[in-house]
C-alpha cells in the first residue's frame, strides 16, 4: 500500500451542444491507477489535454470522479462525507500553475498563507501568526515583506507564497500542478530546490504533474505518460527514459529538443494506428509497465 | 554586409532603467540569430523596436536600426508598412491572440498579400499555396475556416503562412513555440527549419528555451537586464559560456548537469 493508491480513476464530461444536439461523452480520464509511496516524488506527464491535470484535482475531489477509487492511507477518499473530505484536505494540497491568479490580490500575503489555518480553526491568533513567520522562512522569502500584497512579488516569489500556503496545514501530499511551468528557467530551477529541500525536511510526498519531460527526468522518482485520458507507460524515471516502449512515449521523448546542436536527431512521428489504444499496462521490466 | 544591422539601440520606458541599453547585433542573408534571456530581459522589446512596433510610453531613445540599406529608425509611418509584412515579418507566440478570431484563416493570408499590392483573386489563390507549404491537410478546406476551429500546432502554422506571403529575407519569431506541446513543438521546428532552406530565410528567434536554440540558431545573442552579455556561435555559448550570466541561465536548465549531478533518484 503506497500513501496514495488511485484505482480505475475514471472522469466523463458529458457535452450537449444545444437543445437538439446529440449529447457526446468526453473520457478526460480513463482507468488510470497508479500508487505513489510515502516521500516520493511521482511524475505525471502528457500534452495538453491528456487528463493529468484532471487526475490531480480528481484525487483532491475538487472534480468528482465519474468512478475509481482513490486511497489516501488506505481509506476510500471518494466515500468521505462533506466534513471528512474538508479534514482529509489537509493531508493534501495543490499548487497551482498560475502564480498571478492563483492568490488573491486583494489579501495581503500574511493572510493568503494563515487563511488555510483560520478556516481549519487550528491554533489562536499568536501561533497562527507565529505559524506563518516560520512558513515565510521555511520557503525563503523574507518575513518582513509578510504586510506586502502579490503584485509585490516576482513570479518565482509568488509560487514560494503559494507552496507556503500548500505547506500552511503540515501536509503528507503535495500535488504541484505544472507548479514550476510559467517560471523563468532560472526561477524555475530554485523552485524546484526548494521542493526537493522541502521534500528531504518534512517528508512531503509529491504528485508532480508537469509537461516538461527534461524537468521530471530531472527530479522524479518514478514517472506515469498519460495519453488521451490513459496512463500508456509508467516505471522508474531512468528506465522510462532509456528504454521507452509505448509508442507515444517514443514520440513524446524523441520530441524533446535535444542541447546538443551535432546530436542526430531522429524524430518519431506517432501513428496512432500503430497501438491499440485500448491495450492495458502490462508488465514489461521490473517496476516497468506500458500499454502494448 | 548584414541583412539586419542594429546599432547602439536603446529603449525607455520613462523613468527607471533603460528596457533595452546599447544593444547592438546582426543577421546575415538566410542566417538564424537566437536571442536568449528570461522575462524582462528585453529581448522581445528590441524585436518590437526593429519593426517600430512599440507602444508609448516606450520609445527608441537612441541607435540605427540599419535593414536592406536604410535606417528603420528614420522612415515615415508610411515606408515603414511597406516594411513591415513585405520585407520584415512577425511571429508572435499566441496564435490565438495575433489571429483575427472573426476573419477566415485563408482571408488573414490573402489580405497580408493585398495590402501589398496583390490582386484579391491572386492572393486567395496564393493563400491556399500557402497554406499547402505550411503543411495543413486539405488547405483549399481549411482556408475557409476560423482560427478557433483550428488546434494549436495548425494555428500556429497558419500565422507562419502569413509571416510568409511576401516572401520576405527575414523573420522575427517571437518565442514561436513557447505555448505549444512538445510534439506539436518540433513538428513546428522542423517545418521552420524546411522553410528556412527553402526561402533562404534569415531568422530572429526570440526564446528563453536553450533547446529551442541548440535546435535552430547558427549564432546566439544573450541579453540580461536590457544588456547583451554575451555573443558567439551556437556550439560556443552552449559548450563552453564565458559570461557568469549565460553560465547560470545553462546551469538552471534541467539536463545540462552531468547524470550524476541529478538529485532525487
Known amino acids: 500500500m503506497g500513501l496514495l493508491d488511485v484505482t480505475g480513476l475514471t472522469k466523463q464530461f458529458v457535452r450537449k451542444p444545444g437543445l437538439f444536439g446529440r449529447t457526446s461523452v468526453v473520457h478526460a480520464v480513463q482507468d488510470v491507477t497508479f500508487s505513489i509511496d510515502e516521500g516520493e516524488m511521482f511524475g505525471l506527464v502528457g500534452e495538453s489535454g491528456s487528463g493529468k491535470s484532471t487526475t490531480g484535482r480528481c484525487i483532491l475531489r475538487l472534480i468528482e470522479p465519474t468512478s475509481g477509487e482513490v486511497r489516501f492511507r488506505g481509506e476510500n477518499v471518494l466515500a468521505f462525507s462533506r466534513e471528512r473530505m474538508r479534514r482529509a484536505r489537509r493531508d493534501m494540497q495543490i499548487v497551482f500553475q498560475d502564480p498571478y491568479s492563483s492568490l488573491n490580490p486583494r489579501m495581503r500575503v500574511r493572510d493568503i498563507v494563515e487563511e488555510p489555518l483560520v478556516i481549519h480553526r487550528l491554533g489562536g491568533r499568536d501561533e497562527r501568526r507565529a505559524r506563518v513567520a516560520e512558513l515565510f522562512e521555511l520557503v525563503g522569502l523574507e518575513p518582513a515583506h509578510l504586510e506586502r500584497y502579490p503584485h509585490e512579488f516576482s513570479g518565482g516569489q509568488r509560487q514560494r507564497i503559494g507552496i507556503a500556503r500548500a505547506l500552511a496545514l503540515n501536509p503528507a501530499l503535495v500535488i504541484a500542478d505544472e507548479a514550476v511551468s510559467a517560471l523563468d528557467v532560472s526561477i524555475q530551477a530554485q523552485v524546484v530546490a526548494l521542493l526537493l529541500d522541502l521534500q528531504a525536511r518534512l517528508k512531503l510526498t509529491y504528485l508532480f504533474i508537469a509537461h516538461d519531460l527534461r524537468l521530471v527526468e530531472h527530479i522524479c522518482s518514478r514517472v506515469a505518460v498519460m495519453y488521451r485520458g490513459r496512463i500508456v507507460e509508467m516505471g522508474d524515471t531512468s528506465a522510462i527514459f532509456a528504454s521507452p516502449t509505448h509508442p507515444y512515449t517514443r514520440a513524446l521523448l524523441s520530441a524533446i529538443p535535444v542541447l546538443d546542436p551535432d546530436a542526430p536527431r531522429t524524430r518519431i512521428e506517432l501513428d496512432p494506428s500503430s497501438f491499440d489504444a485500448a491495450a492495458p499496462l502490462r508488465e514489461i521490466g521490473t517496476g516497468h509497465l506500458a500499454a502494448v | ?265
Open chain 2, 1 to 265: 554586409m548584414a541583412l539586419l544591422d542594429v546599432q547602439h539601440l536603446s529603449v525607455s520606458f520613462g523613468r527607471g532603467a533603460p528596457a533595452v541599453d546599447d544593444v547592438s547585433l546582426q543577421v546575415a542573408a538566410g542566417e538564424t540569430l537566437g536571442v536568449v534571456g528570461e522575462s524582462g530581459s528585453g529581448k522581445s522589446v528590441t524585436a518590437f523596436s526593429i519593426l517600430r512596433l512599440l507602444q508609448p510610453p516606450g520609445r527608441v531613445t537612441g541607435g540605427a536600426v540599419r535593414f536592406e540599406g536604410r535606417d528603420l529608425l528614420t522612415l515615415s509611418e508610411a515606408e515603414m508598412r511597406e516594411v513591415r509584412g513585405a520585407r520584415i515579418s512577425l511571429i508572435f507566440q499566441e496564435p490565438m491572440t495575433a489571429l483575427n478570431p472573426v476573419m477566415r484563416v485563408g482571408d488573414q493570408i490573402a489580405e497580408a498579400l493585398t495590402v501589398h499590392g496583390r490582386s484579391k483573386a491572386e492572393a486567395n489563390a496564393r493563400a491556399v499555396e500557402l497554406l499547402d507549404a505550411v503543411k495543413i491537410p486539405d488547405a483549399a478546406r481549411r482556408a475557409r475556416d476560423y482560427p478557433h476551429q483550428l488546434s494549436g500546432g495548425m494555428r500556429q502554422r497558419a500565422m507562419i503562412a502569413i509571416a510568409l506571403a511576401c516572401h520576405p529575407p527575414l523573420v522575427i519569431a517571437d518565442e514561436p513555440t513557447t505555448a505549444l506541446d512538445v510534439t506539436i513543438q518540433a513538428q513546428v521546428l522542423d517545418l521552420l527549419r524546411e522553410l528556412r532552406a527553402r526561402f533562404n530565410l534569415a531568422l530572429l528567434l526570440i526564446t528563453h528555451d536553450f533547446g529551442v536554440i541548440a535546435e535552430m540558431a547558427d549564432r546566439v545573442v544573450v541579453m540580461h537586464r536590457g544588456r547583451l552579455v554575451e555573443e558567439g556561435p551556437v556550439r560556443q555559448i552552449l559548450r563552453a559560456p564565458a559570461h557568469p550570466y549565460t553560465q547560470s541561465l545553462l546551469a538552471a536548465v534541467p539536463g545540462m548537469r552531468p547524470a550524476s549531478d541529478r538529485t532525487g533518484r
